[in-house]
T-cell receptor, first 112, second 115 residues
Framework: DAGVIQSPRHEVTEMGQEVTLRCKPISGHDYLFWYRQTMMRGLELLIYFNNNVPIDDSGMPEDRFSAKMPNASFSTLKIQPSEPRDSAVYFC??????????FGEGSRLTVL | GDSVTQMEGPVTLSEEAFLTINCTYTATGYPSLFWYVQYPGEGLQLLLKATKADDKGSNKGFEATYRKETTSFHLEKGSVQVSDSAVYFCALSVYRGSTLGRLYFGRGTQLTVWP
């Protein structure tokens, strides 16, 4: 079975540009999570969805960040405009109900 | 609030040494506790879990016991291998009714095992 698929794996962009990260959860999973990982702050939950509906977005840093889940098989995390402090590894994870989280391999973002 | 505190790394051991990574938690309800492992360049993978007090989670030679009296969930392995080199994360989640609670992660502990 395919796991959680994220794209791109690596993104290098310049400050001020728009960045879109994509995630395809495992088929049948009803929860989807976006995490950010940095050396300074560790793993931070940004937002999570249940059945495509955002449940908790209190971790989204500011209005420059937005996330959507238009259907059960696709989600995006958008940063506009991007800033150097957004440089991090962004992980998507999915879960079926109360069971374990399955993480993607991450998208490493570098904002110059 | 709910939180997890785990020992700072990095931890460096020789092959076949005994490993302990400490983890303590604070929770307002009855949490489930987890250890996740992240190998270089990969996402996190569930290593083991325990859902109630005195449960012992185990996998790949790793063990952790849910100790409610000390609010701890320390990770142990009797004999580490080079392939165990990774970052280990302690985590908790408090289920509230039918809703999956947030998963709170510790800061992670880097383990390096030398041959």
């Amino acid at each position: 079975d395919a796991g959680v698929i994220q794209s791109p794996r690596h993104e290098v962009t310049e400050m001020g540009q728009e960045v879109t990260l994509r995630c395809k959860p495992i088929s049948g999973h009803d929860y989807l999570f976006w995490y950010r990982q940095t050396m300074m702050r560790g793993l931070e939950l940004l937002i999570y969805f249940n059945n495509n509906v955002p449940i908790d977005d209190s971790g989204m840093p500011e209005d420059r960040f937005s996330a959507k889940m238009p259907n059960a098989s696709f989600s995006t995390l958008k940063i506009q405009p991007s800033e150097p402090r957004d440089s991090a590894v962004y992980f998507c994870a999915s879960s079926f109900s109360r069971r374990e989280l399955f993480f993607g391999e991450g998208s490493r973002l570098t904002v110059l | 609030g709910d939180s997890v505190t785990q020992m700072e790394g990095p931890v460096t051991l020789s092959e076949e040494a005994f490993l302990t990574i400490n983890c303590t938690y604070t929770a307002t309800g009855y949490p489930s506790l987890f250890w996740y492992v992240q190998y270089p360049g990969e996402g996190l993978q569930l290593l083991l879990k325990a859902t109630k007090a005195d449960d012992k989670g185990s996998n790949k030679g790793f063990e952790a016991t849910y100790r409610k009296e000390t609010t701890s969930f320390h990770l142990e392995k009797g004999s580490v291998q080079v392939s165990d080199s990774a970052v280990y994360f302690c985590a908790l989640s408090v289920y509230r009714g039918s809703t999956l609670g947030r998963l709170y992660f510790g800061r992670g502990t880097q383990l390096t095992v030398w041959p």
